[in-house]
């Protein structure tokens, strides 16, 4: 049997179920991401599209092609992105806590100075290019 967990944006209008283990488990650091979540750094779960049933109205904003950004219009939630396949949900968006482990930190250099590296591999910039 498959696990499935489940999660949504903060006022319930978008709802998603996550089918399987993800491919890899990330913090962003970037300022984007800082910004699009307003949060100093954003926890992101990667699976692959077919992974992934979303339910409800989502927009998009991309800042960066064909990178985007997915909230949802009622309550502004930055639930999920979507590039070349997949789909990467945000940690914070799921239903329980617990569940998942960063794997990788990307663009640590605007880490926050409280804020200690996980014992993870860390790139300043994208996942394989450090
Ligand atoms: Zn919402
Ligand atoms: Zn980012």
Same mark, same amino acid.
């Given at each position: 049997m498959v696990t499935e967990r489940t999660g949504g944006c903060a006022c319930g209008a978008v709802r998603f179920v996550a089918r399987g283990e993800p491919k890899r488990v990330a913090n962003c650091h970037c300022m984007t991401c800082r910004k699009a979540h307003g949060a100093p750094f954003v926890a992101f779960v990667i699976f692959a599209d077919e992974q992934v049933t979303v339910t409800g109205e989502l927009r998009e904003w991309r800042a960066s092609p064909p990178y985007a950004r997915c909230f949802c219009?009622?309550? #502004?939630? &930055?639930v999920l992105g979507r590039e070349n396949g997949e789909t990467e949900l945000s940690l914070g968006a799921f239903d329980d806590t617990g569940v998942f482990t960063p794997q990788y930190e990307v663009f640590? #250099?605007? &880490?926050?100075?409280w804020q200690a590296a996980l014992p993870v591999p860390q790139f300043p910039a994208m996942r394989g290019n450090p």
């Open positions: 219009p009622h309550c #502004g939630s &930055r640590v #250099g605007h &880490r926050e100075p």
